[in-house]
């Protein structure tokens, strides 16, 4: 106490020009009209600016809760569409689920991290095991083909992406129906090269590649590029650079069919 009263004594005279400039201000505000305009309207905007502000963040703040929802939606809607299904008995036709089998299912993700500058560029999502995630699950966009998850934790997981150079995936010419290997050069995220097309093949440039579906981790038809050229490169139908939600998809039937293939190989050698 002793302190404060010692401090306003030593600045009393600036306390007291601050009172005076204070009433002075009131007076000038009190008897004229034009002041007290200009000062309703400097009022009215400072609140019109501060509402706009409030405004801006309140719908930033929604325009991430409506993009989680949609997010969820589209994992919805992913989990209803036939690809997702195989039929159990191909004499009906009637959609039921007793006569069908779930062969995909999607789970939503947020991508929380990524990278596109990189040789070995990666991808981290907000779900992991505890959502049900595991090492070599396809990831899409809304666009189309993303990557393949790489390592899960228990609530995040990282995904090895398309524009990465370990990255290579079945692909083929929807138009023709001939396959090869998607690859990345590292040179740039938009474009990739689709590899080893016999040379008779005609490729026309507007062609679509899409998953071919050999790989059990992608279902058959997901885009991959939106335009190509005669010396296959393809334009890559993902934008990694504005990417922020995928769906992770999970094969239901991938094991079987693996241990399948495994007992054919080996019953031919």
């Not at 009215?44 to 703040?61: A, V």
């Not at 569409?81 to 036709?93: G, L, T």
């Not at 959609?95 to 929380?112: C, G, M, W």
């Not at 990831?139 to 990255?167: A, C, M, R, W, Y």
Request: aromatic letters at 12%; proline letters at 2%; a negative charge.
């Amino acid at each position: 106490m002793r302190n404060f009263v010692r401090f306003i004594v030593k600045y009393h005279i600036f306390f007291f020009f601050l009172a005076i400039q204070f009433f002075c201000f009131f007076l000038i505000y009190s008897n004229n009209r034009f002041h007290q305009a200009n000062f309703v309207n400097s009022s009215n905007r400072l609140i019109g600016t501060l509402f706009s502000w409030k405004s801006t963040l309140t719908e930033y703040i929604e325009l991430q809760r409506v993009n989680d929802e949609l997010s969820l939606e589209n994992e919805g809607l992913r989990n209803l569409i036939p690809e997702s299904f195989v039929n159990e008995n191909d004499q009906f036709v009637m959609i039921n689920d007793t006569l069908r089998e779930r062969k995909f299912r999607y789970k939503s993700a947020q991508i929380v991290n990524s990278s596109i500058n990189k040789q070995l560029n990666f991808i981290t999502i907000n779900k992991g095991s505890k959502e049900g995630l595991k090492p070599e699950m396809g990831v899409i966009g809304g666009d189309g083909l993303v990557g393949v998850v790489k390592d899960v934790s228990e609530h995040f997981s990282t995904v090895i992406p398309i524009i990465n150079q370990k990255f290579v995936a079945s692909a083929e010419l929807e138009r023709t129906g001939n396959f090869g290997l998607l690859k990345w050069d590292g040179s740039d995220y938009q474009y990739a090269n689709l590899i080893d097309v016999p040379r008779h093949v005609e490729v026309l440039a507007g062609d679509t590649i899409v998953t071919r579906g050999a790989s059990a981790i992608f279902p058959i038809g997901i885009p991959i590029e939106g335009s190509n050229f005669h010396e296959i490169t393809v334009m890559l139908s993902v934008d990694f650079n504005k990417l922020r939600y995928v769906d992770v998809i999970e094969n239901l039937l991938k094991e079987e069919q693996r241990e399948l293939e495994i007992m054919t190989e080996e019953n031919a050698e």
